[in-house]
């Protein structure tokens, strides 16, 4: 039996970019190897202060155009440059920074799963 490779992470520049809902994320960092639904995936993470369950302006239905958007504008530029090739990405959004694989009850957190298909991101239901 092979042992899975260590989870990995990667910090990226804090860019910012704008998304189609109009909300403006950073990119905080990449998890290589993360746990994902159907094995393996690379975990994008992004803070999304308009989220937030309190003051913000962005409800999951918006932010799920936003993580696509992510995951076919960002995160396979980021794939190719890393020389990743495993067939899933997590998009993540939280309207605050959480430690990767810790939990915050006050932190407002949106994820998506996607398959990588013919350079595309098509959505996985997670």
């Known amino acids: 039996?092979?042992?899975?490779?260590?989870?990995?992470?990667?910090?990226?520049?804090?860019?910012t970019l704008t998304v189609p809902s109009g909300q403006e994320v950073t990119a905080l960092d990449v998890v290589l190897n993360a746990p994902g639904p159907t094995g393996p995936a690379t975990r994008f993470r992004f803070l999304a202060p308009s989220i937030a369950r309190d003051g913000g302006s962005v409800d999951f239905e918006l932010a799920s155009g936003d993580m696509l958007a992510l995951c076919q504008d960002f995160a396979l530029t980021k794939l190719s440059a890393l020389n990743v090739s495993n067939g899933q990405v997590i998009i993540s959004l939280s309207d605050r920074a959480v430690e990767f694989g810790q939990s915050d009850e006050a932190a407002t957190q949106f994820f998506e799963a996607y398959r990588i298909e013919d350079g595309a991101c098509i959505w996985e239901a997670f």
């Open 1 to 15: 039996m092979t042992d899975a490779p260590a989870v990995q992470i990667l910090a990226l520049e804090p860019e």
